[in-house]
């Protein structure tokens, strides 16, 4: 495999777990196989010599760009960072400092707060890029979420993680709304706060780490996605798409997911996933998926090669990397 970017340093402020943050480690992985040299800070995890050295995340950092030199410091939302301390870091080193959000609309008060410091600020949504660009953020860019094929690939689940029908996330009154008319079709619902919901017997656990997560989805006949949403039209107040989006195309699943407006960057409606504008079109859907082997098995491959070509963490790392170092380049799908 060719490594565009050989040699490249980069210094990558993010958090590090097995569950809410499993995601940076894949980002990680992706920019070392395109060829950087990466440093790691993680802003909540102090090595022994940091706790030695009284090292707070300011110092730990600093102490990081003497080091490693980086070319580029890489934060993932920037956290534990203000204003001040982002002011006193970049004159520690001439890197270029680059900060990816990947968060939705709702994260626009925070980002707006740190965007000028930044040389590039990478975004999820459509909508995020045109609030932040009407407030004259010139080095502003759309990037989506994406995923590992190496991690969220298909796999065959048995016991608990089977099931007709899954959807795996926190319980929202919305997404209440939705999965509630699917309990006939043999529902399975993994994530906090389910059990205090009218949904409580369908509930089969947390999902404490991320490789659970894919095993849930795995086990699925049919994937449903209901994305988070302030409003009970999340086509108009949300555009952007969640990672889940990506991930369960990649693990290989006939996916089911309620309308955003970024959807058709990304995916088609009926070739690769199922899209729907309401909770009784999300029954009607999947019943379709559910009674017909063929049609649903063709979602699921046309979606798993679409992630595979466009929609992972190399492509997403080598899509960064090329806007902040100018050097073009393109990455084949993975496999």
């Given at each position: ?134 407030g004259r953020h010139d ?115 006939c996916q089911v997911v ?30 379709r998926a559910l009674e ?44």
């Amino acid at each position: 495999m060719t490594q565009p970017f050989a040699g490249t340093r980069l210094l990558l402020i993010a958090r590090f777990d097995d569950a809410f943050n499993a995601h940076n480690a894949l980002r990680r992985r992706a920019l070392e196989r395109l060829g950087c040299a990466v440093t790691v800070v993680d802003p909540h995890e102090r090595g022994l010599l940091d706790r030695l050295r009284r090292l707070d995340l300011e110092g730990r950092i600093a102490l990081a760009l003497r080091q490693a030199n980086p070319e580029i410091v890489l934060t993932i939302r920037g956290e534990g960072l203000g204003r001040e301390q982002i002011r006193a870091l970049r004159k520690e080193s001439g890197a270029r400092w680059v900060n990816w959000f990947p968060d939705d609309i709702r994260a626009l008060g925070l980002i707006q707060q740190v965007a000028d410091l930044y040389d590039r600020v990478f975004v999820t949504g459509s909508d995020l890029v045109a609030a932040l660009q009407a407030g004259r953020h010139d080095g502003v860019r759309y990037l989506p979420l994406g995923c590992d094929p190496s991690f969220h690939r298909p796999m065959r689940s048995r016991g608990p993680f089977r099931a007709n029908v899954v959807f795996a996330g926190t319980a929202t009154p919305r997404r209440e709304e939705f999965l509630s008319l699917l309990v006939e079709f043999g529902l399975a619902l993994w994530g906090p706060g389910w059990r205090k919901t009218t949904l409580k017997d369908y509930c089969r656990g947390e999902l404490g780490v991320a490789e659970d997560y894919v095993r849930a989805y795995a086990g699925a006949t049919v994937a449903v996605n209901i994305h988070q949403s302030l409003d009970s039209d999340p086509a108009r107040d949300i555009r952007s798409c969640n990672a889940r989006l990506f991930e369960v195309a990649a693990i290989g699943i006939c996916q089911v997911v309620d309308a955003r407006a970024d959807l058709g960057r990304h995916f088609e409606d009926n070739a690769e996933i199922l899209v729907c504008q309401n909770p009784g079109e999300l029954k009607g859907l999947v019943k379709r998926a559910l009674e017909n082997n063929p049609y649903r098995e063709r979602l699921a491959a046309n979606a798993r090669h679409r992630a595979l070509r466009e929609h992972t963490y190399m492509h997403r790392m080598a899509e960064l990397l090329s806007s902040v170092s100018g050097k073009q380049t393109a990455v084949s799908g993975e496999r």
